[in-house]
Nanobody, 114 residues
Framework: QVQFVESGGGLVQPGGSLGLSCAAS????????MGWYRQAPGKQRELLAR???????VYSDSVKGRFTISRDNAKNTVALQLNSLKPEDTAVYYC????????WGQGTQVTVSS
């Protein structure tokens, strides 16, 4: 059974930083391309960043230069460092394989507000 457990969200002021983490299980993590996604209220879920098994990365234009994705294949975890946060980054953040499985974790809420 595929499972994702995201953590690390919270309330942060504009310009601040957060580190998110995701523990994945139930599939061959080491060979999978992994992604971080987010869904803001009233909007569709969007892919923010992805990382291949060899740690090649691709970012969406909305987060390029501000967010950094990384992975630890020994621990089956994927992380997302969020810097220079903006109010429009407020959303629930999820990890999943890329392309995504149909099963999702509960996500972690990130709120950027003064």
């Amino acid at each position: 059974q595929v499972q994702f457990v995201e953590s690390g969200g919270g309330l942060v002021q504009p310009g601040g930083s957060l580190g998110l983490s995701c523990a994945a299980s139930g599939f061959s993590f080491s060979w999978a391309t992994m992604g971080w996604y987010r869904q803001a209220p009233g909007k569709q879920r969007e892919l923010l960043a992805r990382i291949t098994f060899s740690s090649s990365t691709v970012y969406s234009d909305s987060v390029k230069g501000r967010f950094t994705i990384s992975r630890d294949n020994a621990k089956n975890t994927v992380a997302l460092q969020l810097n220079s946060l903006k109010p429009e980054d407020t959303a629930v953040y999820y990890c999943n394989r890329y392309p995504a499985f149909t099963d999702w974790g509960q996500g972690t809420q990130v709120t950027v507000s003064s």
